[in-house]
């Protein structure tokens, strides 16, 4: 978080050059809104731009916007929904870019479950539940399901996967051992306010087809200086580092 | 008691459900206590929510005293009709007081002067220790007297009484009987009451209206239709009665009887408190507990004795008994008697016959 | 201790949908308990049916109808200028529909129970309709009213679905306090989730404690 400011202190002088403030509703898929709060008090700092950031499941947010939801851009937990919107005239064409790739991590409550790297945690598991989000819903659920397929291991633990409806829901599970080992995202086992909460140990993106997260800008905000403002400011070095040290990976 | 001063009923309205169908086509003159008379199911009910104009459904005519209630389109709902109704249940309004009851009706009677004041009927009903307690914890008794009241307060023209005294025991009847019949007179209001208690009519009605399976089958004076005269047996639902109406001559307080003149020939019947000499009373007699005999019996237990005239002999073919009318001075009294018996006397009409009363039930003073 | 302007918001939506429920469910409910039309049993079930739908279903469906581009969603926009969906008054709109069944079905057995009968005597007594139905039927229905207006107030504070689908989470004007607290479970803030759940379980505690106390010395105070 300090380096992060200090880092921003040099972008002020770039950035305070818009002198009409504005303010833009920013949709933010759920498992991305702790950090997007970040940014978004990072941005607020360094310009005179208001951002208010409302959050929901990229499904919900998706099927809000198609219905006239007030939103001036939308920052998805997968590509296919920005893309849909890009397409349509609730969205503004080429405006899509790839803000944060999400990455996986095999977390337990209990340190001991958690060996050096995930192939061996799996190897040894305990008996019990194994819980990652539904892949049916979830861009990460699907992606936990192709890194276990990858290490061989979806066989042998299918009977026991229990499923999150988000991958907030599959965090609660393991942060709270109802189940003794799952897959979350990494961004949430390093939260620091949860840092406390779970051992983690990384999965390989190689093992899976990458979590892109694409922002799109909607045709409510297109002429909203802020909301494109923000966009901008999700691709500037400070934010990109920001969000590779939250677990992110970035293009 | 003529019924030339009384108000005019006119009913012509025919309803039809899936067992049973009112048809009326009447005009009753009503004065003083009218009953409405008949079984169970016969149609009383439907007829006076007809009246009342809570049968939104029925079409036809209902006028009263030169005023159309309803008449081809025309359909003045219940709460524009100046009819007064008293339920069986009472329907006393339960988030209020007896007061609160009471004004209920008297706040909403309409501009103008009340014909009857709250004070007055309080009066009349007995009501002044049970005007701040509220409804639940009444007795049947004194819901129906504060239903009645509360009716009287929304100053009706017609007042409808539906089996009132149904949920009382014997008591509480004898001790309302009284209030009801006295009202008439002292509120200038017509009644129709409804009972298939024989004993309530004839305590309490001046005529009676007979409905059976939804038709007015006869209309007659109290006297009349109870002494089976007029009905010539379409009625099988209660027993023949005579009715004989009594002045009250002599009392006999050592042996707890008073004597009483019927129409030039005295009876002794059991005394109850507070009868005065110059009182009329009105006795039921049940044709079952008439004696009939050809000559003046001598040595018997029975002392009411009576000298007449046999007018008419009705056997029944389904039972041993006959319904044997005798005319004593112009009344008429039934006996119940075997067939054999008429046989065996030789009872025929005109005969002259002695009626010996074992029992006489009394209770009102007399309208 | 966290933003309570949700719980201010879910206060204030519950406030207008149980009046808005008292003035419309009332003469639903009364028409239920007394018509004889063979369309009732339809008229029942559709009532009902917001009973059945999953929340976040119905929701989806009000985005549906109510949005700008629908004859109902032009219509407001024509009439308030403001969209239906994403505001307040949509919350209202879908939390009506969401809560009716709770308002309707407590005060149509209330009416059924109570009867015809002081009715046609309030009739008798020269009490036109409506006064009879001010002055007869409403204080007897009162604890029908009562449970009505809990239940439908209750409901609507713990509605979450349908107010997430159509209300889309704004705060200060559409996030009310169950999705506030389902945010912060979402994004793993759970402390301040556990904060708002404790003054809304509080809340709702002593609102409904003091209605069921105040409803039963009702009940000994006339019975």
């Known amino acids: 978080m300090t380096k992060l400011t200090s880092r921003l202190c040099c972008l002020l002088c770039v950035l305070s050059q818009n002198v009409n403030a504005e303010e833009a509703l920013i949709a933010v898929a759920t498992n991305f809104f702790n950090s997007a709060k970040q940014i978004e008090s990072s941005f607020e700092r360094s310009t005179q731009h208001q951002v208010t950031l409302v959050s929901g499941s990229t499904g919900k947010l998706y099927a809000q916007i198609r219905h006239g939801a007030p939103f001036d851009a939308f920052l998805a937990a997968d590509q296919e929904r920005p893309r849909l919107l890009e397409g349509s005239p609730f969205g503004v064409r080429n405006s899509r870019f790839t803000f944060a790739i999400g990455q996986l991590a095999l977390a337990s409550a209990s340190p001991e479950v958690i060996k050096a790297d995930a192939q061996e945690s799996l190897r040894q598991r305990p008996n019990g539940p194994f819980a990652i989000a539904n892949p049916a819903l979830a861009p990460y659920g699907d992606a936990s399901r192709k890194a276990l397929q990858s290490l061989q291991q979806w066989s042998a633990l299918e009977g026991d996967i229990v499923l999150g409806e988000s991958v907030g829901q599959t965090f609660a599970m393991v942060a709270t051992g109802n189940v003794q080992l799952g897959i979350v995202a990494l961004s949430q086992a390093m939260n620091p306010g949860h840092s406390n909460a779970v051992s983690y140990v990384r999965i390989s993106t190689l093992l899976h087809e990458s979590i892109r997260q694409d922002a799109v800008l909607l045709s409510h905000g297109k002429d909203n200086l802020a909301a494109r403002e923000f966009l901008k400011f999700l691709r500037v070095e400070v934010t990109q580092a920001f969000l590779l040290d939250s677990g992110y990976g970035v293009e | ?367 | 201790m966290p933003d309570l302007a949700p719980l201010w918001l879910s206060l204030a939506l519950a406030g207008v949908t149980t009046v808005v429920l008292l003035i419309l469910g009332t003469p639903l409910a009364w028409w239920l308990a007394h018509t004889s039309s063979r369309i009732r049993p339809v008229i029942e079930a559709v009532t009902a049916l917001p009973l059945v739908l999953p929340p976040t279903v119905l929701g989806f469906y009000f985005l549906i109808i109510l949005g700008p581009g629908t004859t109902i969603g032009n219509f407001w926009v024509q009439v308030t200028g403001d969209a239906l969906t994403f505001s307040f008054s949509g919350l209202v709109v879908a939390s009506v529909v969401y809560s009716l069944p709770f308002m309707v079905q407590p005060l149509q057995s209330a009416f059924e129970s109570m009867g015809r009968a002081p009715l046609e005597a309030a009739a008798t007594l020269r009490a036109s309709p409506l006064d009879a139905f001010f002055s007869v039927a409403v204080p007897l229905s009162r604890h029908g009213f009562v449970t009505a207006a809990v239940l439908t107030f209750a409901h609507t504070i713990g509605e979450f679905g349908v107010v997430l689908m159509v209300g889309g989470n704004i705060p200060g004007k559409t996030r009310v306090i169950s999705i506030a607290i389902y945010e912060h479970v979402e994004t793993l803030n759970y402390a301040a989730a556990h904060w708002l759940s404790a003054v809304l379980l509080v809340f709702a505690f002593t609102v409904l404690f003091l209605v069921y106390a105040l409803k039963r010395r009702l009940a000994i105070r006339v019975g």
């Open chain 2, 1 to 367: 008691m003529s019924a030339s001063n009384g108000k005019k009923l006119t009913i012509r309205s025919r309803i039809d459900y899936a067992d049973f169908s009112l048809d009326i086509d009447n005009e009753l003159q009503l004065k003083g206590v009218t009953g409405l008379f008949g079984p169970s199911g016969g149609g009383k009910s439907t007829l006076l929510r007809v009246i009342a104009g809570l049968n939104q459904n029925a079409g036809g005519q209902v006028s009263f005293a030169e005023t159309d209630w309803q008449k081809e389109s025309l359909f003045v709902p219940a709460h524009k009709r100046q009819v007064g109704y008293v339920f069986q249940d009472a329907r006393l309004f339960e988030h209020l007081s007896v007061a609160g009851n009471l004004r209920f009706a008297l706040d909403r009677s309409g501009p103008g002067e009340k014909n009857n004041s709250f004070d007055d009927v309080v009066d009349a009903l007995d009501l002044h220790s049970l005007l701040n307690r509220g409804v639940a914890k009444l007795s049947g008794g004194e819901r129906q007297r504060v239903a009645i009241a509360r009716t009287m307060l929304s100053q009706p023209e017609l007042l409808l009484l539906d089996e009132p005294l149904a949920a009382l025991d014997a008591d509480r009847k004898r001790e309302i009987y009284p209030t009801i019949a006295a009202l008439p007179d002292r509120f200038g209001v017509p009644i129709i009451f409804v009972s298939h208690a024989v004993d309530e009519m004839a305590q309490l009605t001046e005529s009676v209206v007979v409905l059976e399976a939804g038709r007015i089958v006869a209309e007659a004076s109290t006297e009349k239709i109870l002494s089976r005269d007029s009905l010539r047996g379409s009625i099988q639902a209660f027993e023949a009665m005579s009715v004989l109406d009594v002045t009250v001559v002599e009392q006999l307080e050592s042996l707890h009887l008073v004597r009483v003149d019927h129409r030039g020939q005295s009876l002794a019947i059991p005394s109850h408190a507070g009868v005065q000499n110059g009182a009329a009373l009105r006795l039921l007699v049940r044709a079952g507990d008439v004696v009939l005999a050809t000559e003046k019996p001598q040595g018997l237990s029975v002392r009411n004795i009576l000298s007449g005239t046999i007018t008419s002999i009705d056997p029944n073919p389904n039972s041993a008994f006959a319904v044997v009318s005798v005319d004593v001075d112009g009344a008429v009294i039934n006996a119940q008697i075997t067939n054999q018996a008429v046989q065996a006397l030789n009872l025929q009409s005109g005969k002259n016959v002695y009626v010996l009363l074992k029992a006489a039930s009394f209770d009102r003073p007399g309208a």
